[in-house]
Nanobody, 123 residues
Framework: QVQLVESGGGLVQAGGSLRLSCVAS????????MRWYRQAPGKQRELVAS???????NYTDSVKGRFTISRDDAKNTMYLQMNSLKPEDTGVYYC?????????????????WGQGTQVSVSS
């Protein structure tokens, strides 16, 4: 099927920056919307940002002006540039995509998730 692999997480001081990447591979046929979610300890997973195939973006209010989502379809890769990080940005960041994959010549719709990458922001 399709695999999503995130990278770029780590520990950073408040005010610092990180750049997350998500690479899609496998029997990929087409990817539509790509998204970044995050889950803080003891909290529900929340949608952070999304980007369509046309490059239209949306952000949750708490990250507007600080985070930038982008994608490079030639590389099947999505990015999240995170600047001015705050301790409340701490959590596991997950890559998500909906699209289609091919199996034995047939095409199927799917909703794909990565395994997550930890982002920790110290005060």
């Amino acid at each position: 099927q399709v695999q999503l692999v995130e990278s770029g997480g780590g520990l950073v001081q408040a005010g610092g920056s990180l750049r997350l990447s998500c690479v899609a591979s496998g029997q990929l046929f087409m990817i539509n919307v790509m998204r970044w979610y995050r889950q803080a300890p003891g909290k529900q997973r929340e949608l952070v940002a999304s980007i369509t195939t046309h490059g239209n973006t949306n952000y949750t209010d708490s990250v507007k002006g600080r985070f930038t989502i982008s994608r490079d379809d030639a590389k099947n890769t999505m990015y999240l540039q995170m600047n001015s990080l705050k301790p409340e940005d701490t959590g596991v960041y997950y890559c998500n995509a909906d699209g289609f994959h091919s199996t034995y010549g047939d095409v199927y719709a799917g909703d794909y998730w990565g395994q997550g990458t930890q982002v920790s922001v110290s005060s």
